[in-house]
């Protein structure tokens, strides 16, 4: 059993397609394919079921899946422990960060690392926090900077780096606009609730830290849409489709904040790493530029 089996077997079963697994892992797909049928026959089974187009793993699947999982991060992790003890900083850092961190955060601190450390390849992707999050835990990303989960994940090192302070917007011609102007007295939570929201995601982190705030008073969000993407939020808060909670460094002319009669609402920014896994020497010296900009955030 080898590792480039285990690999084209992962690949697979992640995309439940041999033609997009190869696309995965640059491969041939009957490349794949001759891998996935020496793993079967050393093993002496089938992993998977294959019915027309469709790829579902087996009984026998499944329980290799978890196992092969853990053989390629312990044979990953040995590499970069090997590697490690040159001291060069050096070889591919798969880092995932959310978009709005990637706009927002990221690119004065990516251009100083580049900078300092040009052997680096880094390997970036643009994903959702939740999803950044399960590629850390399962080892096919070595860290991630994007919004921090509202409770503690057992197999992850989390260090906060900023806070987003979360603003109640909406257009500058809706109606909760025209209360805002004719009145000094904050709105309530309730009378939000009489116009339509939009929002991220419902199994966000961000959303579940908004809807946390409105259940603590008894009431249900009233979302007519949602999306992940904080840009695409704005714009279409902008045009009156509903008010909206945006980090303030996102409000411009096209937005009004509202005045809302509760607490601050922050969401933690952060990065996460596995606490099993060693760290390549680019991961390290990733986390020595965000420790250097979190100890700087403090100071000011």
């Given at each position: 059993m080898d590792t480039q089996s285990l690999q084209a077997f992962l690949a697979v079963a992640e995309t439940q397609s041999f033609s997009r697994a190869a696309e995965q892992l640059y491969l041939t797909q009957p490349a794949v394919s001759k891998r996935i049928a020496?793993?079967?026959?050393?093993?002496?089974?089938?992993?998977?079921?294959?019915?027309?187009?469709?790829?579902?793993?087996?009984?026998?699947?499944?329980?290799?899946?978890?196992?092969?999982?853990?053989?390629?991060?312990?044979?990953?992790?040995?590499?970069?422990?090997l590697a490690n003890l040159s001291g060069q900083v050096g070889g591919k850092l798969m880092l995932a960060t959310s978009h709005h961190i990637g706009?927002?955060?990221?690119?004065?601190?990516?251009?100083?690392?580049?900078?300092?450390h040009p052997e680096v390849a880094l390997d970036l992707?643009?994903?959702?926090?939740?999803?950044?999050?399960q590629g850390v835990v399962d080892g096919t990303l070595e860290m991630a900077i994007v919004t921090l989960a509202p409770h503690p994940v057992e197999q992850l090192?989390?260090?906060?780096?900023?806070?987003?302070?979360?603003?109640?917007?909406?257009?500058?011609?809706?109606?909760l606009a025209q209360r805002t102007r004719h009145t000094s007295s904050p709105l309530s939570l309730t009378e939000l609730c009489e116009f339509n929201c939009v929002l991220p995601g419902a199994k966000t982190f961000t959303r579940t830290l908004i809807g946390q705030r409105f259940a603590e008073v008894g009431l249900q969000l009233p979302v007519s849409m949602a999306t992940n993407y904080l840009e695409t939020?704005?714009?279409?808060?902008?045009?009156?489709?509903?008010?909206?909670?945006?980090p303030e460094n996102m409000i411009d002319s096209e937005l009004i904040e509202l005045n809302v009669d509760t607490a601050p609402i922050q969401r933690p920014l952060g990065y996460l790493v596995h606490t099993s896994r060693t760290l390549?020497?680019?991961?390290?010296?990733?986390?020595?530029?965000?420790?250097?900009?979190r100890h700087a955030t403090l100071n000011i």
């Open positions: 020496t793993l079967e026959d050393q093993l002496g089974t089938r992993l998977f079921d294959r019915i027309g187009r469709r790829i579902a793993l087996t009984e026998a699947g499944n329980v290799l899946l978890p196992k092969a999982q853990h053989i390629l991060f312990t044979v990953e992790d040995s590499r970069r422990a706009l927002h955060r990221l690119p004065p601190l990516l251009k100083q690392y580049t900078h300092r992707h643009f994903l959702d926090s939740e999803l950044a999050y090192h989390v260090v906060e780096l900023w806070r987003d302070r979360l603003c109640f917007v909406c257009a500058t011609d809706h109606p939020l704005k714009m279409m808060c902008s045009v009156g489709l509903g008010w909206s909670l945006l390549s020497n680019a991961a390290k010296k990733m986390i020595e530029e965000l420790e250097s900009a």
